[in-house]
């Protein structure tokens, strides 16, 4: 089935580790994206990618990095410096295949204990 | 920055009452897009509007381009149950960076 996949769907991180959230599509999708949302929020954007081994900024990047070195693969990490990594992450795409419109993962959440 | 402007911020309705709710932005779109979003789950598209004027419909849900491309909104018919959930709305400009999301409307269906 073509889709977004995200992995794991819980992760639980200790004060000071990095954690690596997958996002894998098999869409042909060009363009990737990671958003947060926290509980009884909107989305919020994290990072973008047009293309393979490009990546933009987006509204709160702080504390977050990403890599595209695969068109279906856009790998969020949630570095130390994030202070307040707990909420819900969602990985989504688009492309010009899918008409603009944006299709979205089944989301991660991250907890930090 | 581009802003979106969704409500009512939550609704609490009987089983079977119809539904409305919209989305105003300050600046103009090329796409509107409807999602609903189950508690732990990712958003699902339920409607996309690509024209200034379209009205679409996807079973009980209807949705609607304005004309000043600056507003949208949803309609549910004979809301069910099942129905529960949040409400997104987004605009899209053309670019790959502007992708607006409204807040979200929690609709909660009484029986």
């Known amino acids: 089935d073509g889709g977004i996949t995200q992995s794991p769907k819980y992760l639980f991180r200790k004060e000071g580790q990095n954690v690596t959230l997958s996002c894998e599509q098999n869409?042909?999708?060009?363009?990737m994206y990671w958003y947060r949302q926290d509980p009884g929020q909107g989305l919020r954007l994290i990072y973008y990618?047009?293309?393979?081994?490009?990546?933009q900024k987006g509204d709160i990047a702080e504390g977050y990095s990403v890599s595209r070195e695969k068109k279906e693969s856009f790998p969020l990490t949630v570095t130390s410096a994030q202070k307040n990594p707990t909420a819900f992450y969602l990985c989504?795409?688009?492309?010009?295949?899918?008409?603009?419109?944006?299709?979205f993962g089944e989301g991660s959440w991250l907890t930090v204990v | 920055g581009q802003q979106l402007n969704q409500s009512p911020q939550s609704m609490f309705i009987q089983e079977g009452e119809d539904v409305s709710m919209n989305c105003t932005s300050s600046?103009?779109?090329?796409?509107w897009l409807w999602y609903k979003q189950d508690p732990g789950e990712g958003p699902v598209l339920l409607i996309a509007?690509?024209?200034?004027?379209e009205l679409t419909s996807n079973g009980r849900l209807t949705a609607q381009f304005g004309i000043t491309r600056k507003d949208s909104f949803l309609n549910i018919s004979a809301s069910i149950p099942s129905d529960v959930g949040i409400y997104f709305c987004?605009?899209?400009?053309?670019?790959?960076?502007?992708?607006?999301f409204g807040s979200g409307t929690q609709l909660t269906v009484l029986p």
């Open positions: 989504a795409s688009t492309g010009v295949v899918s008409g603009n419109t944006i299709y």
């Open positions: 987004a605009g899209h400009s053309g670019s790959a960076r502007q992708l607006t």
């Open positions: 869409l042909n999708h060009d363009a």
């Open positions: 990618s047009q293309i393979v081994n490009d990546f």
């Open positions: 600046s103009i779109f090329n796409t």
């Open positions: 509007l690509y024209k200034a004027g």
